[in-house]
């Protein structure tokens, strides 16, 4: 299966630590990416790589992986960190073409 | 600096066609995929299909197989996405997004097209 599983919604106290699930076959072979979406905004890398972070994207936001499981970590969540999270990788039965996470939004209480 | 430029939004009726652009500037256009993403209101995202600058070699994903085509002007650095017919399940906005080089994914994105389709 080229599906990508990621829980709908978690919610996390501002300062705490939150992870967040993505769970596929293709993560056996492919390291996942990670990306932030805000309202009316479009999506934005913040881990690629597994654990690799772009310019810019604070060190609060990590990355790991582990059969067929990604997760990304907010260590110290602040509010601007509310938003939208989707993993992505790439998709065994089309090439090049990847494929994303069903999505998790994130609330920092 | 890399950039994806994307117009705003497209109001269109059903039947009717419609060719949304993505302009790339701050790298070399014809050296990387170009993704196009789709996000349903309230809903995810979705690869719809990709395209290669450099020779126009494009991929679909089979559920937009034969609904979208997708085509490229290197020319002037600009990708489209076009409907022949549009249809009411197709308002959505449309990201175009470049793939990364170095690792699976999409590096860079557009700030999305938003086509509304309504009678």
């Known amino acids: 299966s080229s599906e990508l599983t990621q829980d709908p919604a978690v919610s996390v106290a501002l300062g705490q630590t939150v992870r967040i699930t993505c769970q596929g076959d293709?993560?056996?072979?492919?390291?996942a990416t990670w990306y932030q979406q805000k309202p009316g905004q479009a999506p934005l890398l913040v881990i690629y790589?597994?654990?690799k972070r772009p310019s810019g994207i604070p060190d609060r936001f990590s990355g790991s992986s582990s059969g067929n499981t990604a997760s990304l970590t907010i260590t110290g969540a602040q509010a601007e960190d509310e938003a939208d999270y989707y993993c992505?990788?790439?998709?065994?039965?089309?090439?090049?073409?990847?494929?994303f996470g069903s999505g998790t939004r994130v609330a920092v209480l | 600096e890399v950039q994806l430029v994307q117009p705003g939004a497209e109001v269109k009726k059903p039947g009717q066609s419609l060719k949304i652009s993505c302009k790339g500037s701050?790298?070399?256009?014809?050296?990387?995929?170009i993704a196009w993403v789709r996000q349903m209101p309230g809903k995810g995202l979705e690869w719809m299909a990709i395209?290669?600058?450099?020779?126009?070699?494009?991929r679909y994903r089979p559920s937009f197989q034969g609904q979208v085509t997708i085509s490229v002007d290197k020319s002037i650095s600009t990708a489209y996405l076009q409907w022949s017919s549009l249809r009411a399940s197709d308002t959505a906005i449309y990201y175009c997004?470049?793939?990364?080089?170095?690792?699976?994914?999409?590096?860079?994105w557009g700030q999305g097209t938003l086509v509304t389709v309504s009678s």
């Open positions: 997004a470049r793939l990364s080089r170095d690792f699976d994914g999409l590096d860079y």
């Open positions: 701050g790298y070399s256009f014809t050296n990387h995929w």
């Open positions: 395209i290669y600058p450099g020779d126009s070699d494009s």
């Open positions: 293709s993560l056996r072979r492919y390291y």
């Open positions: 790589d597994k654990n």
């Open positions: 992505n990788s790439r998709d065994s039965r089309t090439n090049h073409l990847g494929v």
